[in-house]
């Protein structure tokens, strides 16, 4: 089975400054991987998917994250963050046929002033 | 364009009481998915329906049981509930099931259980 491993749980960066949130996968077949955020009290929300194709996927909100796939990784980065950007990101897989998406714990991003 | 809506947002339940929470997807989904998320975690996959029928399971007990309806909504029900039964319970819609061709799943925002 797929397995999802998010490197830090925790990132506090300076408002301006760029991110990286990484994320890391274990599968034996070819998978789909994803990133949510999640705001307080909030459901979660899709950023990007990679699918196929480019290995550099472009998100909402300035966010873009590249596929690995020598590595099995799939960070997410963004060039310069806002205060807004302050929430929970999950990074999900999902195997092909398979319908059990499968969730990392979650980054905690904080961008501070 | 209504995204998916769950009801109810919050809700207390004793240990031992039954709750079922209930799921309407986005509009032309025909597919939902109810998630577990504990505080502090990601969310865990429950089940799946499509076409009415629980079509993929997770690392659930029975306890947790479904039902989809022909307009596609859904609920989920949890019986003999326990303290580690807390958390926030989400329902995603997606058009198929999205392991076929990685269709993107849309959550709602979520029903908070607390059992005491």
């Known amino acids: 089975a797929q397995s999802v491993t998010q490197l830090d749980s925790q990132v506090p960066v300076f408002e301006e400054a760029p991110v990286e949130l990484r994320c890391n996968y274990s599968s034996s077949v070819s998978v789909y991987l994803f990133w949510y955020v999640q705001y307080p009290n909030q459901g979660l929300q899709l950023l990007l998917k990679y699918l196929s194709g480019s290995t550099l996927v472009k998100g909402i909100n300035g966010f873009e994250a590249e596929f690995n796939k020598s590595q099995t990784s799939f960070h997410l980065r963004k060039p310069s963050v806002h205060i807004s950007d302050t929430a929970e990101y999950f990074c999900a897989v999902n195997c092909y046929r398979d319908n059990d998406m499968r969730f990392g714990a979650g980054t905690r991003l904080t961008v501070k002033p | 364009d209504a995204g998916v809506t769950q009801s109810p947002t919050h809700l207390i339940k004793t240990r031992g009481q039954q709750v079922t929470l209930r799921c309407s997807p986005k509009?032309?989904?025909?597919?939902v998915s109810w998630y577990q998320q504990a505080l502090g975690q990601g969310p865990q996959f429950i089940f799946q329906?499509?076409?009415?029928?629980?079509?993929q399971r997770g690392n659930f007990p029975d306890r947790f049981s479904g039902h989809q309806f022909p307009n596609y909504s859904s609920e989920l029900n949890v019986n003999a509930l326990l303290l580690g039964d807390s958390a926030l319970y989400l329902c995603?819609?997606?058009?198929?099931?999205?392991?076929?061709?990685?269709?993107?799943?849309?959550f709602g925002e979520g029903s908070w259980l607390t059992v005491v």
């Open positions: 329906y499509y076409e009415e029928e629980e079509r």
């Open positions: 509009s032309g989904h025909d597919t």
């Open positions: 995603a819609s997606s058009v198929g099931p999205p392991g076929v061709s990685g269709n993107t799943i849309y």
